[in-house]
T-cell receptor, first 111, second 117 residues
Framework: EDQVTQSPEALRLQEGESSSLNCSYTVSGLRGLFWYRQDPGKGPEFLFTLYSAGEEKEKERLKATLTKKESFLHITAPKPEDSATYLCAVRVLYNTDKLIFGTGTRLQVFP | GAVVSQHPSRVICKSGTSVKIECRSLDFQATTMFWYRQFPKQSLMLMATSNEGSKATYEQGVEKDKFLINHASLTLSTLTVTSAHPEDSSFYIC?????????????FGPGTRLTVL
């Protein structure tokens, strides 16, 4: 069964304290892995798509990496405005429509 | 680019009434749109997949007669919650697939908060 697991469930950081969020996946064939950011009461906002192991993408303080088993979302010197829930999702080869979501990591960054 | 809108953003209705939620892809054509439901502090739960011009595919446990989905054009899908009851109160989010030569990403709308009294 295709599965996506995110850890930790919640993360509290001091402003400027870099850290990483993990997304582990077990799928029969990966078409793409997606990272989204969701603020309370809003829809998910697209951050990155990764397609193959070794791929990396960056946007401001965020950097996403991908291996054959997991993806990391690295947050460098976070600011309070980075506080949100970060969602990881995968699209599999044999069912290219659906996204399979993890349960998310709730990030709080304190000044 | 790749903007998805939803309307209304918030709706309050009486039990037994029907509510329609619209989802539009504003700057791209989406052959496939999706409807999700999200409960507080939980992840998104896929309700149905909607393809333009054909019947929606519902996930197991989702009542298709209660949640009517129409995908009449490449930029518009609607979700109608029929005979709504308090247990249907939730946050409903749509998404649209933007697929092309250089993109393969699902973009989400801002969500609709439904409260059934």
């Amino acid at each position: 069964e295709d599965q996506v697991t995110q850890s930790p469930e919640a993360l509290r950081l001091q402003e400027g304290e870099s850290s990483s969020l993990n997304c582990s996946y077990t799928v029969s064939g990966l078409r793409g892995l997606f990272w989204y950011r969701q603020d309370p009461g809003k829809g998910p906002e697209f951050l990155f798509t990764l397609y193959s192991a070794g791929e990396e993408k960056e946007k401001e303080r965020l950097k996403a990496t991908l291996t054959k088993k997991e993806s990391f979302l690295h947050i460098t010197a976070p600011k309070p405005e980075d506080s949100a829930t970060y969602l990881c999702a995968v699209r599999v080869l044999y069912n290219t429509d659906k996204l399979i979501f993890g349960t998310g990591t709730r990030l709080q960054v304190f000044p | 680019g790749a903007v998805v809108s939803q309307h209304p953003s918030r709706v309050i209705c009486k039990s037994g009434t029907s509510v329609k939620i619209e989802c539009r892809s504003l700057d791209f054509q989406a052959t496939t749109m999706f409807w999700y439901r999200q409960f507080p502090k939980q992840s998104l739960m896929l309700m149905a997949t909607s393809n333009e011009g054909s019947k929606a595919t519902y996930e197991q446990g989702v009542e298709k007669d209660k949640f009517l989905i129409n995908h009449a054009s490449l930029t518009l899908s609607t979700l109608t919650v029929t005979s709504a009851h308090p247990e249907d109160s939730s946050f409903y989010i749509c998404s649209a697939d933007n697929r092309g030569r250089t993109t393969d990403t699902q973009y989400f709308g801002p969500g609709t908060r439904l409260t059934v009294l």
